[in-house]
């Protein structure tokens, strides 16, 4: 209003719209209309006093008379789309370039900038409200791009993240380059960075990245288990801040910002381990000792002098930090985990079960129930199994061996022997399954048995799994002719496999 004050001074004093566009104090187009709303009001009328700044406001704000159009923007027959394109998010150029394609405007991307100008204006402004914490009372954590590291000694080319923790109240913090954002990262760095700072804080504000949160929601979000355990191990309680809405944990944005433009460019790195040795050096030596744009002091001074003795001790015994997932057990009654297989007991086929993974060993629950665990292997590819937990059949393929069988065999009788040794000694087939399954006869029919059936295959010449089994079916393993208690080589020694004597046709 003191600009519209002083318009009106010099029209009062007659100056003209030439003379007072000059001073810079308002556009000649602009002053024509000022003139003519001061005409309409008697304003200029040096005997008249000027009103107050609340009579101009309503005026010039457009609540009395309206000043005249001069000109009309030639966007203004597509002000419903443009403004619907606006409160989608799309850009300005988009819009030009949609305009000019679908609508044929001619006009120049400047009046679309001018209009788009216009609709912000009278759009309600974002409000916000800027939180102040305790020392001590959180910090906000984040992930942010990393440069790209090329180790000198293997030629590797690695993208890296930049994990960051900053402490709300001093602004010091810790970063570390990572090479992904799992969930056994994720802990990993919570503890170095705990470490770091000497002790925990209260509170833990974070987006809603998966390693964190299983389920995004504003009011009733689901935290990863894994992190739920190591929060209740070190003490802290988790903040996760709404979706799509990084403004919560602004301190921490700044921070990933700030690594990315002030320390990652312009220089080298030889490995990821120098590159964050070069991070914490920076950090303890310029970051933490700029004036900070917030608190105008010096971060690690901060931190220093108040809020360290501030933060809540470290446990005496560290958590140990564990992943914990759901996986399915497979039908050979193994789990998958890091790419290696782990068996289960195998009644949970089909199943899903929960899994506890720490550095060194892998724990499967059904439900709250351990029923597994394994030293963790490493590498990818591998498989631990526990005899113990696959299937009587294959827990009797794993340990009835060839020697096995042929103690069983010996146990029975020499003529079971005979059958087992001329099963194994076969050209071609391995056997090894026939055999079992052969002894397997032993349960049903008795040793006694078997062994009488044996032997009448092999005075048969025919020492054959089948040729058992049919044996001890039809019960001819108790048929007392006299060639079934011949012994193994009489048939042969009689002139061949199917000679028969004139006594034994006619027996």
């Not at 619907?84 to 300005?92: E, L, N, R, S, Y």
């Amino acid at each position: 209003m003191y600009q519209y004050r002083q318009v009106l001074v010099r029209m009062r004093q007659g100056d003209s719209d030439r003379d007072i566009d000059r001073t810079g104090l308002m556009g000649r187009k602009k002053l024509g209309s000022v003139r003519y709303v001061a005409e309409q009001q008697g304003w200029l009328n040096p005997s008249v006093p000027l009103p107050d700044d609340v009579i101009l406001a309503k005026v010039f704000a457009g609540d009395a008379t309206p000043l005249p159009i001069t000109c009309v923007s030639g966007l203004e027959p597509f002000r419903d789309q443009i403004t619907a394109w606006f409160q989608q998010g799309i850009q300005g150029t988009t819009i030009y370039r949609a305009l000019r394609r679908v609508h044929g405007y001619a006009g120049s991307y400047s009046s679309v900038a001018r209009f788009l100008r216009g609709i912000t204006a009278k759009l309600k402004p974002d409000r916000t409200t800027r939180l102040d914490f305790a020392p001590g009372e959180a910090v906000q954590v984040d992930f942010g791009k990393g440069p790209t590291v090329t180790d000198v000694h293997t030629g590797q080319v690695l993208s890296t993240w930049v994990f960051v923790m900053t402490l709300c109240w001093s602004r010091h913090q810790y970063a570390e380059f990572v090479l992904d954002q799992t969930c056994s990262t994720w802990l990993a760095c919570h503890r170095r960075a705990f470490a770091w700072f000497g002790g925990v804080v209260s509170r833990v504000i974070i987006d809603n990245a998966k390693c964190a949160i299983t389920r995004a929601c504003a009011h009733d979000p689901e935290v990863q288990r894994s992190y739920a355990e190591c929060a209740e191990g070190y003490g802290f309680k988790i903040d996760a801040c709404p979706p799509r809405d990084p403004q919560k944990k602004g301190i921490v944005e700044s921070g990933v910002k700030y690594i990315k433009n002030a320390f990652v460019p312009l220089r080298e790195y030889r490995s990821l381990e120098d590159a964050n040795r070069q991070l914490h050096d920076w950090i303890l030596e310029e970051a933490g000792n700029r004036i900070h744009g917030s608190t105008r002091e010096q971060p690690l001074q901060r931190f220093a002098q108040c809020e360290r003795d501030l933060l809540q001790p470290l446990p005496d015994v560290l958590p140990v930090l564990a992943v914990w997932s759901q996986a399915k057990v497979h039908r050979d009654g193994h789990i998958q985990f890091g790419y290696n297989l782990y068996s289960v007991p195998f009644r949970l086929i089909g199943q899903s079960v929960w899994l506890r993974a720490t550095d060194t060993m892998v724990a499967v629950f059904e439900a709250h129930v351990q029923v597994a665990a394994h030293a963790r292997l490493n590498g990818q590819g591998k498989r631990h199994t526990v005899p113990d937990h696959q299937p009587p059949e294959a827990q009797a393929w794993r340990t009835q061996d060839t020697q096995w069988c042929l103690q069983q065999a010996e146990r029975i009788g020499p003529n079971c022997l005979g059958v087992v040794t001329a099963l194994f000694n076969d050209r071609v087939l391995e056997n090894l399954r026939g055999v079992q399954g052969l002894l397997a006869l032993s349960k049903k029919y008795g040793d006694v048995r078997l062994e009488a059936a044996c032997r009448r295959a092999m005075a048969f010449g025919n020492p054959r799994v089948r040729t058992v089994k049919t044996i001890l079916a039809k019960g001819l393993d108790q048929a007392q002719d006299e060639l079934a208690l011949a012994e193994p080589g009489d048939t042969y020694t009689r002139g061949g496999r199917f000679l028969r004597d004139t006594t034994t046709l006619l027996h």
